[in-house]
């Protein structure tokens, strides 16, 4: 829109000044006016909105790890997604939690200090609940926990806690270790009321129960991972790379000690159940090869060799005599 003023329009301008239907006072108060933001000294921002993004982006990870774990722990319906990552003192935090509560508080080794895992009271119950042979659908009143049912959060808290490994792996290699469970928020105090925190609030339905699991992360513990705490570097780790050389001996050196389970099938029949009720010491079972034919050896539940039985130093052994590779007619896939 062009700022030149045609005649015609600085002619209805005059006239519109001279009559007063337009105040110049106004007009350079609007030129004077400035836009102020607030800022509160109190609580200064100490996290970028890039940072906060990143880690809405983990525990988004979080959550499908999360929601997976506990559909096949509990057998029931579960559907968890992240609500809202914010910036905000632990004062309000803490200040934001009923009574009882259930807060556990986790050291976020290799990260200074300790956050805070807060389950609402109602999802809790569902848990116990379903754990125990319930339905989940707990109607019951909200009230403190007994020794048993804080036995059994904690030992299904310190697996949900170790499932933050993953999400976690492209900023920092996490040990997390549960500390304690707390059910009163006076007896949480892990930072100073004014301190910084990074508040990570997850929307949890469990059957028909819902309720929020609010992650707590001090900025104390984020600060000296904060510059990984972006963007550009949470995708630049995310990108394919190419393998090296090391690399690939490493991973095959690791293969090589892996236990796997080889068995040597002599032979099998088949026999009724009172016939197997029946057998005294001194039967004979028929079984369905010849002592000459050779052995199946498997690799797993997979024929991968033939063998013929024998001994060696007094012990039990087998040698093989053929190595089945893919595009034999008898290699089991």
Request: aromatic residues 6%; charged residues 25%.
């Amino acid at each position: 829109m062009s700022e030149i003023l045609s005649q015609s329009e600085i002619d209805a301008l005059l006239e519109a000044l001279n009559t007063g239907d337009v105040d110049v006072q106004e007009i350079k108060e609007e030129t004077k006016e400035k836009k102020i933001k607030k800022y509160d000294f109190k609580s200064p921002k100490k996290l970028a909105k890039d940072q906060l993004r990143t880690l809405h982006i983990i525990h988004e990870n979080y959550s499908r790890i999360l929601n997976t774990f506990l559909s096949g722990y509990l057998r029931s319906y579960i559907q968890i997604e992240v609500l809202s990552v914010e910036e905000l003192s632990y004062y309000e935090f803490s200040n934001s939690i009923s009574n009882p509560a259930m807060l556990s508080i986790v050291d976020f080794n290799p990260l200074p200090g300790q956050m805070i895992m807060e389950v609402s009271t109602s999802l809790a119950f569902c848990i116990i609940d379903r754990i125990l042979g319930g339905n989940g659908n707990y109607q019951g009143e909200i009230r403190s926990f007994t020794e048993i049912e804080l036995t059994i959060l904690n030992k299904i808290v310190r697996q949900i806690i170790k499932l933050l490994i993953e999400p976690w792996e492209n900023v920092i290699e996490l040990s997390p270790k549960l500390d304690k469970i707390e059910t009163n928020s006076q007896f949480a105090q892990i930072v100073s009321p004014n301190e910084t925190v990074a508040l990570i609030t997850l929307k949890a339905k469990i059957s028909e129960v819902e309720g929020l699991i609010n992650i707590c992360i001090p900025h104390i513990v984020l600060e000296p991972i904060l510059p990984k705490l972006s963007t550009k570097f949470w995708f630049s780790t995310n990108t394919n790379k190419t393998i090296t050389d090391e690399e690939k001996n490493m991973l095959q050196k690791r293969l090589k000690k892996a236990n796997i389970e080889l068995s040597a099938i002599i032979a099998n029949t088949t026999i009724t159940v009172e016939e197997f009720l029946n057998l005294q010491v001194g039967d004979v079972i028929s079984l369905n090869k010849n002592i000459n034919e050779q052995l199946e050896i498997k690799v797993g539940n997979k024929i991968k060799f033939l063998g013929t039985p024998g001994s060696m130093k007094n012990k039990y052994a087998i040698k093989i005599t053929k190595v089945f590779e893919k595009g034999d007619e008898e290699y089991d896939e």
